[in-house]
């Protein structure tokens, strides 16, 4: 069962207009949180926020003194996000969750992370968690500027290979996400590639790895009202092997994790 529990906010850190960090500590279902896995998140009031919303869980750090400290990225999209990137410092969120499946991998191949704007969130926490295993991802961040790029510290304290890219070349190289994996890949930098961000960006992504011949996942960011299978309200279509025709699955549930062939991308 999920954890639901009002917090307060430790930091609310926010390093350009349509991006804020929010910070919270003791949380309980933060040692079962895992990557790949979100929250529900609403002020406590509500106000005028009738539904919560699903938010990827960046990082979980275990504290000196005990306790953990939970760290959320939002980017303002809408209302919903509008007022969650607006609280500020000891006012109260509401945490609902851990929901979703975990990012699962197994297997000798180097990984391909590829985050696009806000999609770096559940993939840092996965790389971290990788790293801290032995395993090495090769990691992609791509975003229209730089000043998009809101988890690029975070990442450059892993252990692992990092290749930095902007629309408008005004941080590492210039160009798209899925022009710069495929740089990548013919230089002979092969492996199974997940991927994070928005859709257009997801699919150019799995197109290069069609060319390529390498599998590829996509992590879903729908709109969802509930979090856990109720509502419908993050349905999409999926043929898995063996299936004769596709099937509507929960994001929240079957996800947030699928294979790009089997969305039909």
Avoid at 34 to 40: E, K, S, T
Avoid at 64 to 81: E, P, S
Avoid at 118 to 123: K, R, Y
Avoid at 190 to 210: I, L, W
Wanted: with cysteine.
């Amino acid at each position: 069962m999920p954890f639901n529990q009002i917090c307060q906010i430790q930091t609310a850190r926010r390093p350009n207009p349509s991006h804020t960090e929010l910070v919270i500590e003791g949380f309980n279902g933060a040692d079962e949180a895992r990557p790949g896995q979100f929250a529900m998140l609403r002020p406590d009031p509500p106000g005028d926020m009738l539904l919560a919303r699903p938010m990827s869980i960046h990082s979980i750090e275990r504290l000196a003194g005990g306790g953990t400290q939970m760290r959320f990225w939002i980017k303002i999209v809408g209302h919903g996000t509008r007022v969650l990137a607006a609280l500020e410092r000891g006012q109260s969120l509401r945490v609902v969750g851990p929901f979703g499946r975990p990012f699962e991998w197994k297997g000798p191949e180097q990984p391909w992370l590829v985050a696009g704007g806000i999609g770096v969130t559940p993939l840092h926490f996965w790389a971290r968690e990788l790293c801290t295993s032995g395993v090495r991802p090769r990691f992609l961040y791509a975003a229209r500027s730089s000043s998009d790029l809101v988890a690029l510290d975070d990442l450059r304290r892993l252990n692992m290979e990092l290749v930095v890219a902007t629309d408008d070349g005004s941080t590492g190289e210039r160009g798209f996400a899925s022009e710069v994996l495929a740089r990548r890949l013919e230089s002979g930098a092969r492996g199974p590639v997940f991927t994070c961000g928005p859709e257009v960006m997801m699919k150019s992504v799995a197109s290069v790895c069609r060319k390529h011949s390498l599998p590829c996942s996509a992590s879903l960011e729908t709109i969802m009202g509930c979090g856990f299978g109720v509502c419908l309200g993050c349905v999409v279509w999926r043929q898995a092997s063996g299936q004769s025709e596709a099937q509507p699955v929960r994001v929240c549930t079957e996800g947030t994790l699928f294979s790009t062939e089997e969305l039909g991308w």
